[in-house]
C-alpha cells in the first residue's frame, strides 16, 4: 500500500470515529475500500526455540489465578433501558471488593445492548482496546442488527497508565478477566441472554483480552479477535504505537531499566500470565483471529504467535483466521466486514 492510500485510510478511519452522525457510513466506505488489501496467505513457520507452548496440565495450573468468590460482588446496580429503535441501551455498574486484595474496592461498568428480537438471544462480549470508544459501540450495535445482544465491558485499568510498576501489568490482565467472568455470572440470571450462547470479541489489546479470557473461561462459546496478540513483553517491546512506547520508556526510566531488550527480559520474568498460555486448553475450531501483517503497533509475528498458541499442528487444526497485508487501523477499520464473518462462524 502506497503512502497516499495509508494516509486516506487512517483520516477515514479518525472521522469515522469522531464523528458519530457519519460514523457508519464512513466505515463503510473503508471497508469496500480494503477489500482488495486481504490475502489468503499460508500458515508461517514460527521460530519454537523463541514459541514454546504449555503442555495442558502447566496450563491448568495456572487457572487458579482467575479465581474469585461470588461474594467479591457487593452490589449491581442497574440503569433504565433506553430504545434506540432496534436497540437498547442499559448502563450496569457492578461493584467489586477486589479479588486480588489490592486495590480495595472499584466499580465495574457494563453497558449492555440488547436486540429488539423475541427470545433468549446469543450475547457477544465486547472488550475495549482501552477505554470504549465509537468503534466499540458500532460494534456492539452491529451485533445487535445481527440479532445477538452485546456487552461492552469497560475496563476498569489502562495498559497505558504509567504510574502502574511493570510487574503489576498481569494483575491488571487477571482484574480483567474476572470482572469478564463476574459479567457473564450476571448474564445467566437474566431471561433474555442465552447463557449457551456467549460468545467474545475485541480488536487490538481489546483482542488480547478477549483471547486471554477465551483460554480462561469454558462458559464462553467461541471467540474472534481483530489484530490481537501474544507475548505481551514482546509486543510493548516492538511496538510503534506512541502510546505504548510513552509507557514503556517512562516506565523504564523510573524503574531503571537501561535498554529495550533488558525490558523484554524483565517483562518476561514478572509476568505470570499472557494469552499464549491458555490457547492449549481450548479447541482452535472455536477461535476466529484476524491478522495484519503490515501490523506496527501490535507486530504481526506476535499476532502469529496468538494463531499458533491455539493451533495443533500435529493434528492438522487451527483457528480460522484472515490474514491482510495493510497495518493495524485499516485492518481494524473493517470491523463490521468482519462481525459479518464472526457471526456466520458462531452459528456454525
Do not use: W
Not at 104 to 115: C, D, K, L, P, S
Not at 212 to 231: M, T
Amino acid at each position: 500500500m502506497n503512502i497516499t492510500a495509508a494516509t486516506l485510510y487512517t483520516a477515514i478511519l479518525i472521522s469515522a470515529v469522531s464523528t458519530s452522525l457519519r460514523a457508519e457510513t464512513a466505515l463503510a466506505e473503508l471497508e469496500g475500500a480494503g477489500r482488495a488489501a486481504e490475502l489468503t496467505l499460508p500458515i508461517p513457520v514460527i521460530d519454537t526455540a523463541d514459541f514454546q507452548r504449555l503442555t495442558p496440565e502447566e496450563a491448568a495450573k495456572r487457572l487458579p489465578l482467575f479465581d474469585y468468590r461470588k461474594t467479591d460482588v457487593l452490589s449491581v446496580t442497574r440503569g433504565a433501558q433506553v430504545s434506540h429503535g432496534k436497540y437498547s441501551v442499559e448502563t450496569i455498574e457492578m461493584r467489586i471488593n477486589d479479588p486480588l486484595g489490592q486495590v480495595g474496592e472499584f466499580t465495574q461498568v457494563f453497558t449492555v445492548y440488547r436486540t429488539d428480537r423475541p427470545g433468549p438471544r446469543p450475547t457477544v462480549l465486547i472488550s475495549p482496546p482501552f477505554i470504549p470508544q465509537k468503534i466499540d459501540t458500532l460494534s456492539a450495535r452491529h451485533f445487535t442488527r445481527k440479532g445477538y445482544n452485546a456487552v461492552v465491558i469497560t475496563p476498569f485499568e489502562s495498559l497505558t497508565d504509567t504510574s502502574r510498576p511493570l510487574d503489576k501489568v498481569d494483575d491488571m490482565l487477571i482484574r480483567y478477566t474476572i470482572t469478564l467472568r463476574m459479567c457473564i455470572d450476571l448474564l445467566e440470571t437474566m431471561p433474555e441472554m442465552d447463557s449457551g450462547k456467549i460468545y467474545a470479541y475485541g480488536i487490538s489489546m481489546g483482542g488480547i483480552r478477549t483471547s486471554l479470557a477465551f483460554g480462561v473461561e469454558p462458559r464462553i462459546r467461541k471467540a474472534a479477535e481483530i489484530v490481537g496478540g501474544g507475548d505481551i513483553p514482546g509486543i510493548i517491546a516492538d511496538t510503534r504505537f506512541k502510546l505504548l512506547e510513552e509507557l514503556r520508556d517512562t516506565r523504564m526510566k523510573i524503574e531503571g531499566i537501561a535498554t529495550v531488550e533488558d525490558f523484554r527480559v524483565y517483562m518476561k520474568k514478572v509476568m505470570t500470565v499472557d494469552p499464549l498460555d491458555f490457547g492449549v486448553l481450548r479447541n482452535p475450531e472455536d477461535i476466529y483471529l484476524v491478522l495484519g501483517r503490515g501490523d506496527k503497533f501490535v507486530r504481526y509475528p506476535y499476532q502469529e504467535k496468538l494463531f499458533h498458541s491455539f493451533s495443533r499442528p500435529a493434528e492438522g487444526r487451527y483457528p480460522e483466521a484472515k490474514r491482510s497485508i495493510v497495518g493495524h487501523i485499516p485492518t481494524a477499520a473493517k470491523f463490521n466486514r468482519y462481525i459479518n464473518l464472526f457471526v456466520e462462524f458462531f452459528e456454525r
